[in-house]
Every structure is written in C-alpha cells, then in structure tokens.
Nanobody, 129 residues
Framework: VQLQASGGGLVQAGGSLRLSCVASGALSGRTFNNYVRGWFRQAPGKEREFVAAIFRGGGITYYADSVKGRFTVSKDNAKNALYLQMDNLKPEDTAVYYC???????????????????WGQGTLVTVSS
C-alpha cells in the first residue's frame, strides 16, 4: 500500500473531522516531499471531484469553491503525511474521501483527477443533518 487514508466517520452537521493520509514504500521519505498531494471525494451516484490540494515545495494550497473557508489542507513532510481539516461540515460533504499524489503535476492541473497516479483506498465521511 502506497497511500493510506484514515479519519473518516459519522458526524453531525456543523461538526469537524480531520482526515490523514500517510505514504509508505516508494512514496515515503524525500520522494514524497516532491509530490503534489490532493484530496478528492465521491458521493453516492456522483463522479469523483476535487476537494483540495497542496503543491510541492512551499505548499501553495488549492480548494474547491464548495469547501473554501471550511476545509484546510496541510502536509507534514517529516511524517510523509497529508491532512484535511474539515470544519462546519454539511450533509452535502458526505462522501468517500480519497487522497492522491503525483510528482509531475503542474499548478494548472492540480484540480484534475486524471493527473494523479497514486491513490489511497478512501475513507467514508458521513454528515448527518
């Protein structure tokens, strides 16, 4: 397993969750530091969509309009980790959340699902009203 996502669960609307994604194997160490890392989600019956991403190096962040101001993406290079802090959750945030990574993505493509080569297994977030 190269990317392992965790932290999903059931939460009431207005609550918070923190998702984690840890890289292992060939993606760990200095290699992962050079990867663009992102979060995507897929709700039942819908296509997988971009949520947030953090660029390599200085870590410029990107967000979908639907989560801007509520979600915060961050990384810890020492732990080969990616995080997604989700606050003020809404029922429409209910989905399986996936972490993803790729070394070759340019800034204009960070929101493009097909540009990511490495994917975690997904973690389910359910927000009740």
């Amino acid at each position: 397993v190269q990317l392992q996502a965790s932290g999903g669960g059931l939460v009431q609307a207005g609550g918070s969750l923190r998702l984690s994604c840890v890289a292992s194997g060939a993606l760990s160490g200095r290699t992962f530091n050079n990867y663009v890392r992102g979060w995507f989600r897929q709700a039942p019956g819908k296509e997988r969509e971009f949520v947030a991403a953090i660029f390599r190096g200085g870590g410029i962040t990107y967000y979908a309009d639907s989560v801007k101001g509520r979600f915060t993406v961050s990384k810890d290079n020492a732990k080969n980790a990616l995080y997604l802090q989700m606050d003020n959750l809404k029922p429409e945030d209910t989905a399986v959340y996936y972490c993803a990574a790729d070394a070759r993505i340019i800034m204009s493509s960070v929101k493009t699902l097909s540009q990511y080569d490495y994917w975690g297994q997904g973690t389910l977030v359910t927000v009740s009203s």
